[in-house]
């Protein structure tokens, strides 16, 4: 968990001054952990804080937040009535475009209470900045400290159909992913694209693949077979963390035979994952999407994908 920057700066693009309200600090049992934050403009919001009544009344607080920054505690159980029996402090800051281009890109360091900068704060920014680990979000002698949150999967998507159009609306809204979305031209993708998803059209998208990182985790579901076949050849002759192809048995079976006779051998064939998601589920492009996320995010994945970065 960490400070979304981008996310700050593209509702403050879209919808002029908006507060952001994050969890500085628990105590006893919360809806959600420090960190968690939520921004709120006039007439919306996006993010969660979690808790229900929580998170309405400081929603609605921030609409009529007239200070830059307030720091604000709220028992759940004796205040709010909710099951949680612990309480919350919140941070809640008000934000345009000059103070959005202000904040640090690396930690976001700033006073609520001692407008001093503590030595305690000094030596967890300067402990940071000199081993290159992020802190953990905090609110520290009167301070509050998050990193700016970094997406820690790249995955690249392959076809913008219906499936392709479902998987990133599914997917979009995960912090921890950043997409980069693929096309043969503009025209397939839709006029509205989710802040975070990065669109690129490309006459020919297999071309594309060299100069994908081999970190990128792929999901191949374009609307042509023998462009799927295609990238995967690419993909066998590039590198990938994982790659995954949409279809059915028969269909990886004739990839399998196509590709062996492309010159890959069994062993590399079968780090392409097909059929992805979960055919129980059924065929609607959403269903689809559900399945093919679930196994994406997966804790096993997580896992695997843990050993793959610490090998």
């Not at 920014?125 to 680990?133: F, N």
């Not at 999407?289 to 804790?299: E, K, N």
């Amino acid at each position: 968990m960490g400070f979304d920057l981008e996310a700050l700066r593209e509702a403050v693009k879209t919808h002029g001054t908006v507060t952001r309200v994050v969890i500085a600090a628990i105590k006893g049992s919360s809806p959600r952990e420090i960190g968690a934050a939520m921004l709120v403009w006039k007439d919306g919001q996006s993010g969660t804080i979690g808790g229900g009544t929580l998170e309405y009344q400081a929603a609605e607080a921030a609409r009529t937040q007239i200070h830059p920054a307030r720091l604000s505690q709220h028992a759940l159980g004796p205040d709010l009535g909710q099951c949680c029996g612990g309480a919350v402090t919140l941070v809640s800051e008000i934000y345009d475009m000059g103070a959005v281009d202000r904040l640090d890109d690396t930690i976001i360091a700033r006073p609520m209470a001692a407008p001093e900068m503590p030595l305690s704060v000094k030596r967890v920014l300067a402990q940071a900045r000199g081993q290159g680990i992020d802190p953990d979000p905090q609110l520290l002698e009167g301070w509050m400290i998050e990193p700016v949150h970094k997406p820690t999967r790249n995955l690249w998507i392959w076809g913008a159909g219906h499936v392709g159009r479902a998987l990133v609306d599914v997917l979009s809204p995960l912090p921890d992913l950043a997409i980069t979305w693929v096309d043969t031209g503009s025209d397939r993708f839709p006029d509205k694209v989710p802040g975070g998803v990065t669109v690129v059209p490309a006459a020919k998208p297999a071309e594309l693949v060299r100069h994908a990182p081999i970190d990128v985790e792929h999901l191949v579901l374009t609307y042509s077979h023998n462009l799927d076949l295609e990238l995967c050849n690419r993909l066998l002759l590039h590198d990938f963390r994982f790659a995954g192809l949409i279809g059915s048995a028969t269909k990886w079976a004739r990839f399998r035979s196509r590709l062996a006779a492309l010159g890959h051998a069994p062993e590399q064939i079968s780090r392409i994952t097909c059929p992805i998601g979960d055919p129980t589920l059924g065929k609607h492009p959403q269903m689809i999407a559900v399945g093919v996320a679930t196994q994406v995010l997966r804790p096993a994945r997580q896992n695997d994908l843990k050993k793959d970065l610490s090998a």
